[in-house]
């Protein structure tokens, strides 16, 4: 793995040179883990004109940190807890002469930039943007791998759920027993806080798991993740409970079913991400439920659970090959639940298959 961290370090310190930027310093801890391997908490990296970067951190990074400690990469511990890793490493960027240094202005506080400032006066400080984020889009086949087996545990914990008995649990006590499951299984952690909502929470977008108890005939809507070697995927199922599903969650169901295949069905590469998002809303308009729908259909997935591209009507750019996105339409009915269908996928030219289905939980219609 090291060889590959140097070789994404490479790509950016090209961009850079095209740019006529100098050294750059990343801080936002997504894009240090993706560039080193490792993020300590509070570390900084210095990706210099040269071949020599450096990683500055508070402490020693665990041996578990994930990705491994970062062995090809110059490593310097801060004497005190109380520094600041980017200032540190924007003093030593002026010790190596550098000319400029790109920061990521969207991550630090006007504080921290200032006082980067003010220790490399003699640096010409400019804007790094997102250019580790537009990096970090295409994934390659190691981080697919990683996503991959956060899918499998994601599915494996909801499958055991499913098995066992729910009627009069609340959902606070269901999403914790969803969160231990996936540790047992291998994750590091939850991708995110799990959500569980039924009966009249059912459908909503990222709810807040409440005291409220499972009761037959509720609609039960589950989101969750697992988050694998610091890889997050995202998985979500409707079920009825107890008994079979009245006429109105039958229609309700079919129709966010067939939106979410309508999107799937789009990921392909040079697809603009709009064009996704309005082949998995359109249905669900058309049915007369445009108040109901969430203003997005899907995300990137990676490093972090929400992360470009956006599938939504404003969404800019295309898909490239090798993008890992989710497809997540729901629809909610006020004071009666309603359906979410949520599903992480790769996207894949159609030669090659068309996309890849990561999460492969059933989305049949089951009444547990």
Not at 106 to 131: E, K, N
Not at 144 to 155: P, S, T, W
Not at 292 to 301: C, D, I, L, R, T
Request: net charge negative; with cysteine; aromatic share 2%.
């Amino acid at each position: 793995m090291a060889e590959v961290h140097a070789t994404r370090r490479d790509r950016l310190r090209e961009r850079c040179a095209a740019e006529g930027l100098g050294a750059a310093l990343v801080t936002r801890p997504a894009n240090v883990r993706y560039l080193a391997g490792c993020a300590p908490p509070g570390s900084a990296l210095l990706v210099g004109p040269g071949s020599e970067d450096i990683l500055v951190h508070l402490r020693p990074p665990p041996d578990d940190e994930g990705g491994g400690r970062p062995d090809d990469l110059r490593s310097t511990v801060l004497p005190s807890p109380d520094g600041d890793a980017a200032v540190a490493a924007a003093t030593l960027a002026w010790e190596q002469h550098a000319e400029s240094l790109a920061v990521e202005e969207h991550h630090l506080t006007v504080a921290r930039h200032r006082a980067i400032g003010s220790v490399a006066d003699a640096l010409a400080l400019s804007d790094l943007g997102g250019a580790v984020e537009q990096l970090r889009l295409v994934k390659d086949e190691h981080e697919i791998a990683a996503l991959r087996i956060a899918a499998e545990i994601a599915d494996q914990a909801l499958g055991e759920l499913l098995e066992s008995i729910l009627v009069g649990r609340t959902e606070r006590h269901l999403a914790l027993e969803l969160e231990r499951r996936l540790v047992d299984h291998g994750a590091d952690s939850a991708a995110f806080p799990t959500s569980v909502g039924t009966g009249p929470h059912s459908g909503t977008a990222r709810h807040v798991p409440t005291d409220r108890r499972v009761e037959e005939g509720d609609f039960l809507t589950v989101r969750l993740g697992a988050c694998y070697r610091g890889y997050r995927c995202e998985v979500g199922r409707t079920f009825v409970i107890g008994t079979a599903p009245a006429g109105w969650q039958i229609d309700l169901y079919d129709l966010v079913f067939n939106a979410q295949r309508a999107g799937r069905e789009a990921l392909a590469p040079g697809v603009a991400c709009r064009d996704v998002d309005r082949a998995t809303r359109q249905p669900l308009v058309a049915a007369g439920h445009a108040d109901g729908v969430a203003q997005w259909s899907g995300h990137g997935v990676g490093l972090e659970i929400d992360e470009d591209p956006q599938l939504s009507p404003a969404a800019m750019g295309k898909l490239d090959a090798c993008v890992p996105v989710t497809v997540e339409p729901g629809v909610h009915l006020p004071g009666r639940g309603g359906v979410r269908i949520d599903d992480t996928l790769v996207v894949r030219p159609l030669a090659d298959g068309g996309p890849e289905l990561l999460t492969i939980t059933t989305k049949e219609l089951l009444a547990l």
